[in-house]
T-cell receptor, first 115, second 109 residues
Framework: DAGVIQSPRHEVTEMGQEVTLRCKPISGHDYLFWYRQTMMRGLELLIYFNNNVPIDDSGMPEDRFSAKMPNASFSTLKIQPSEPRDSAVYFC?????????????FGPGTRLLVL | EDQVTQSPEALRLQEGESSSLNCSYT??????LFWYRQDPGKGPEFLFT???AGEEKEKERLKATLTKKESFLHITAPKPEDSATYLCAVHDYGQNFVFGPGTRLSVLP
């Protein structure tokens, strides 16, 4: 398996623009997680899905952030409008319900810079 | 609210010099504690999951242990390729996942 795939790997945009990050989880995994990582705050869970349904979005910082999972093989995280403080590395991870549910497999991340 | 702290923030070792990393946690009901390794520019890579106090797991030069309040990651005779940031995280029965800030380990040849 190719692992978790994220695109784009790097994104530079200007304040106020819409940003869409994409994630393809590992085939067969039923949990998908979106994280944000910064030097100041470390790795923060934003939202996670189970079987394409959002379970907990309490980590989403504000209404400018939204996430969708239209099917088992694709998810998006959208920021509209973007702000400089959104600059961070955004990771997607997936896992499989069962004895090793806690084993989350992370993608390579999207490095976002908002100018 | 779950809290995870890690110490030290950074650690520099000579090759072959064994040491331990600490992860202290406060959680409302521990479902699992896990350790990840993160290399620069990459996503975290899973190392271990521990479920109950007294449990230990090993992988090559790494050994993870768990008590009711903390976990240790012991590194025996480290090599330069063990240099990375090591992250600890907890998963509770309220379905919360919380990561610690990490320990940056440098192993010098």
């Amino acid at each position: 398996d190719a692992g978790v795939i994220q695109s784009p790997r790097h994104e530079v945009t200007e304040m106020g623009q819409e940003v869409t990050l994409r994630c393809k989880p590992i085939s067969g995994h039923d949990y998908l997680f979106w994280y944000r990582q910064t030097m100041m705050r470390g790795l923060e869970l934003l939202i996670y899905f189970n079987n394409n349904v959002p379970i907990d979005d309490s980590g989403m910082p504000e209404d400018r952030f939204s996430a969708k999972m239209p099917n088992a093989s694709f998810s998006t995280l959208k920021i509209q409008p973007s702000e400089p403080r959104d600059s961070a590395v955004y990771f997607c991870a997936s896992s499989l319900e069962g004895t090793r549910r806690e084993t989350q497999y992370f993608g390579p991340g999207t490095r976002l810079l908002v100018l | 609210e779950d809290q995870v702290t890690q110490s030290p923030e950074a650690l520099r070792l000579q090759e072959g010099e064994s040491s331990s990393l600490n992860c202290s946690y406060t959680v409302s009901g521990l479902r699992g504690l896990f350790w990840y390794r993160q290399d620069p520019g990459k996503g975290p890579e899973f190392l271990f999951t521990l479920y109950s106090a007294g449990e230990e797991k090993e992988k090559e030069r790494l050994k993870a242990t768990l008590t009711k309040k903390e976990s240790f990651l012991h590194i025996t005779a480290p090599k330069p390729e063990d240099s990375a940031t090591y992250l600890c995280a907890v998963h509770d029965y309220g379905q919360n996942f919380v990561f610690g800030p990490g320990t940056r380990l440098s192993v010098l040849p």
